[in-house]
């Protein structure tokens, strides 16, 4: 295929578990944008997250941040959405009712989460960082929210919510996305990483069939469905494995991303 573009996850994917990006993989990209190709992301994390965790040298053509709530191109914001307010304050009211672990992230950056009686437990979490810059509140903040997360350290309790959540969407307006085994993101009605990058592509002028996709989770397969050619990291579950075209060689440990890219455009 004729490769215009790649686009690129984050977390377990680009990022190593340690939330870092190895300096070989940061100055390949570069190379790879100086020959032409565009380098392009597509995240459940925030424009703000996003700026945090990746160093100034790495630099992109466009981001579809929040699952497609936020799209920005080289140089501007090009679409920016909110979840309904009502929406917000149902999801939280039955998530603490359920007894999952919230956050929920507002366009101007901050992260709040309503007090529950589970509270102190987050700081006993191991498969989730809690933020630790969160405004506890007594009220749930529903203004401009872009996202919201669930996650427990009990894999079983956020399958059970997702499923729940399924439930809810025939009520409520929200799209929702297992974003790994425990954590799931929740944005605005049909917004998704393959949405979010549609409306970037066609800014682009460029074929999703021009396009690589390389991600681990659950909230990439909708895109896998769309581009030439998908790859899902060593360390990606079954799940997504399988609706890739390819598997990569390492896991994002082990610099997968880097070697896989190295092998294709040689």
Known sequence: MDSQAIILDLDGTTLTSKKTVNPLLVEYLQTLRKRGLLVLIATGRTIFEIRKILPKEFKVDGIV???GMNIF???KQIIKKDIPSNTVQQLINQSIEFGIHHEIYHQDGTVTAMKTPFQSET?????HNFRKYIKWTSSIYTNNVEKIVFFDDHTDLVANWFENL?????DLEFSAALSSSHL???NGAGAS???GTTLLLSKLNIAFENVMAFGDGGNDIPLFKKVGKSIAMRNARKEVQLHADEISKYTNDENGLYHHLHQLFH
């Open 123 to 127: 700081t006993k979490l191991k498969l």
């Open 65 to 67: 941040a929040s699952n």
């Open 166 to 170: 399924k439930e809810m969407q025939r």
């Open 184 to 186: 799931i993101d929740v």
């Open 73 to 75: 191109d080289a140089t």
């Open 193 to 195: 990483k393959a949405t």
